[in-house]
């Protein structure tokens, strides 16, 4: 291992946390400065460049394949790295935050994956941020239990080989961790959340049989590829493990990494696994990207776009053919519904659904897919197993009857549903709901029997600022107003008030949430991500 530079890294505003000296030692504290030091200049050029690519967007209203990247496309001989045995079988993955009991369920919910979220499932608490790190280490060093206080019930972990295999997932390039400061600048909390994993656990996790591997969130572009790359090639040398150990799968949830698939995949060649096609984010990247571009970019309720939609068959199929293509496997998106305990037929109906959309995308060719509660493990595995039998994925599918055009995957129009007032109601409950919690410290959120995170969150305070701003006429025949938003947010208010009771209320965020939810819905001024004004008001 490279002797560590001296560390100008500083903790700051933060209570000492249980346990925190065996995350936050000067060695791995030495790590994460370094990354900070070689790799946040760069970051930063990135980050301004997506303002640019925004502002050429709003001009045009359009986008297209890169013109500059076209000889990567058309060469047919380039692969991704072959897929390490811990990840050749990955048909169903479960996602959540990396809390105790979390950690140990999704480890063993019989998933081949666990998602162990940093970024969308879990709110950026100090706590969180360096707990959920000694909880990753310590489930791989066997010593994690959990009781539960309320019920008495005891967790422990499963055999080894019965073990999901762990993907990590760090915050995405926007965000800061305003804990740890080198020279007075806060640290990139993508930097911070692979810094510690990595260099905690990458040998540990090879000594396992497996190795450091990573969901890579909210990317936009192949050039934010590459300097993850760069990321990865460095850390591999400064811990001392072969290079290509690392494996990333992307999330493809922007609107502008969907025109250049091939070009992340091939970025990161030597460390791809895969690509995930995701839906709400997707949406929200959508509308962000095109709020401004008039009634053809106006989206429907959230829950009227499904993966069924003309625009978002063509960007999941085009992903599976550019996986299959390259020799990546082809994820599929979340689902999201939490089992009621109380009301069998609202199950019945879900859980059909959720094989519905299962075995639409076993069908398509996707190698594997998400679910969000454990009880949805066996649906999605056997909607897999019908399709897979024995074999670990079905990358041999090549897809080559998929042909998308640019314009199909911004085709918004081509869906006939419009928005209801029913659908704004949806968005205000959600929105104050969820942006509660958050401030409370929960990433994920179950409303209204959905595992809510905060892309969902993001996608209802962005519809609404859309169809104020597109002067959108609802069902009701009611156009949607900045005034009409106030109403029914102070109406959800009120609903939350008389359901929880005065104690309840006065003791939640709800005021606080109601207010940021319409600042970022209302503002003329379109905030990139509600979690950045939110991380401003979140404590601890």
């Known amino acids: 291992m490279s002797a560590p530079a001296p560390s100008t890294l500083a903790i700051v505003d933060a209570e000492p946390l249980p346990r925190q000296e065996e995350v936050l030692t000067d060695a791995a504290l030495a790590f994460v400065a370094e990354l900070h030091r070689r790799f946040t200049p760069r970051r930063d050029e990135l980050l301004a460049r997506r303002a ?35 990840l050749q079988d990955r048909r169903v993955e479960i996602t959540g935050p990396t809390d105790r009991k979390m950690t140990i369920n999704a480890l063993n919910s019989g998933a081949k994956v666990w998602l162990a979220d940093f970024e969308d499932a879990s709110a950026p608490t100090w706590e969180n941020v360096v707990l959920g790190q000694l909880n990753l280490t310590s489930a791989y060093t066997r010593t994690i239990d959990f009781t539960d206080e309320r019920t ?9 080989e019965e073990l999901a295999t762990v993907v990590m997932r ?45 969901y890579l969130p909210k990317t936009e572009s192949h050039l934010e590829a590459r300097l993850w790359n760069e990321v990865f090639v460095f850390a591999q040398d400064y811990v001392g493990i072969p290079q290509g150990t690392v494996r990333a799968t ?33 949406l929200f990247s959508i509308v ?11 989206l429907p309720d959230r829950n009227a776009v499904t993966m069924t939609a003309p625009f978002m068959r063509a960007y999941t199929e085009l992903l599976v053919r550019t996986c299959h293509k390259r020799g990546a496997h082809a994820i599929g998106g979340m689902a999201a519904f939490i089992p009621s305990r109380r009301d069998a037929e609202v199950n019945k109906v879900a859980f059909e659904k959720v094989r519905a959309d299962k075995d639409r995308e ?26 897979l039998g024995d074999k670990p994925n079905q990358k041999d599918r090549l897809r080559e009857d998929v042909d998308v055009k640019a314009a199909d995957l911004i085709a918004i129009d081509s869906l006939d549903a419009k928005p209801t ?8 409950q959600v929105g104050i709901r969820y942006i509660e919690a958050w401030l409370r410290g929960l990433g994920a959120v179950a409303i209204f029997n959905l595992m809510e995170d905060a892309a969902t969150a993001e996608i209802s305070r962005s519809q609404i600022w859309q169809w104020i701003n597109a002067e959108v006429v609802l069902d009701n025949g009611e156009q949607v107003t900045a005034d009409l938003a106030r109403k029914v947010a102070a109406e959800e208010l009120a609903n939350i008030r008389a359901e929880i009771g005065d104690e309840a209320f006065a003791a939640g965020n709800w005021q606080q949430a109601h207010d940021l939810l319409l600042t970022v819905s209302l503002d003329e001024d379109y905030a990139d991500f509600l979690t950045l004004p939110a991380y401003e008001q979140l404590k601890g």
């Open 52 to 86: 640019e690519r925004r502002a050429e967007i709003a001009r045009t209203s359009t986008l297209d394949f890169l013109p500059e990247t076209a000889a990567i496309r058309a060469d047919d001989s380039w692969k991704v790295a072959p897929a390490p045995a811990a």
């Open 152 to 160: 008495g019930k005891s967790y422990a972990l499963r055999p080894n």
């Open 170 to 214: 760090p915050r995405g390039w926007h965000l800061d961790e305003r804990h740890l400061q080198v020279d007075g600048r806060p640290v990139p909390g993508a930097l911070v959340d692979f810094g510690l994993y990595f260099f905690h656990n990458a040998q540990r996790l090879l000594d396992l049989g497996k190795g450091p591997y990573f």
């Open 250 to 282: 992307v999330l493809i949830e922007t609107i502008t990494a969907a025109y250049e698939m091939e070009e992340i995949l091939y970025e990161l060649r030597d460390h791809a696994s895969g690509l995930n096609a995701g839906r709400w984010d997707y």
């Open 288 to 298: 962000k990207n095109f709020r401004d571009g008039g009634a053809k970019f106006v």
């Open 362 to 387: 076993a069908g398509d060719g996707f190698d594997g897919s998400w679910v969000a509660h454990p009880d949805l493990v066996p649906i999605a595995m056997e909607s897999f197993d019908k399709v």
């Open 421 to 428: 007032y029913a659908g704004l109601v949806n968005a205000v």
